[in-house]
């Protein structure tokens, strides 16, 4: 598997939206609650946490759609593609979507949550999987982990 070289840029499907990464994710996951489904049309959303002092636009803007609550869920808003998530009370890292880096071979799933709502054929190869989310002190050793393994 190839190795994040960074930065890494992206951006939306249309382009209009462009973003860079400084900073290699804090874990990595996939998501199949029936949230992320409905958003992503797909089995799963995936995530790469990226500190988000090493996350920027570097082009266009990002609008909220998706849930419009504390947990704001970025999309641009010509294409529609869904970007990344700030989640409420966590502003310390973005969820990015990692397909919108150009080179987005190096991702692999890390963890993956709500695997009580999964679709009974959806496989992600995630080393963790979580029947809802880790507890909060669980992360503290993801992110550890993840990082060990990244080394």
Same mark, same amino acid.
């Given at each position: 598997m ?5 930065? @890494?840029?992206?951006?939306?499907? +249309? /382009? ?7 900073? $290699? #994710? ?43 609550? @504390?947990?704001?869920?970025?999309? +641009? /808003? ?7 998530? $700030? #989640? ?19 991702f ?23 029947? @809802? ?19």
């Amino acid at each position: 598997m190839p190795d994040l070289a960074l930065p @890494a840029e992206g951006g939306c499907r +249309c /382009g209009r939206v462009r973003l860079r990464i400084s900073a $290699r #994710p804090l874990l990595t996951m996939a998501c199949h609650c029936t949230g992320c489904q409905s958003m992503s049309s797909s089995a799963y959303s995936l995530s790469a946490a990226i500190p988000s002092e090493g996350f920027e636009i570097t082009r266009g803007e990002a609008v909220i759609g998706g849930l419009h609550g @504390a947990s704001r869920h970025y999309f +641009c /808003g010509n294409c529609m593609t869904w970007m990344f998530t $700030r #989640p409420e009370g966590l502003d310390w890292f973005v969820n990015l979507r990692p397909t919108m880096l150009d080179d987005h071979a190096w991702f692999t799933p890390f963890i993956e949550t709500w695997t009580a709502e999964k679709l009974p054929w959806a496989a992600t190869g995630a080393v963790h999987g979580y029947a @809802a989310l880790p507890s909060f002190e669980d992360y503290e050793l993801l992110v550890a982990e993840y990082a060990s393994a990244q080394a």
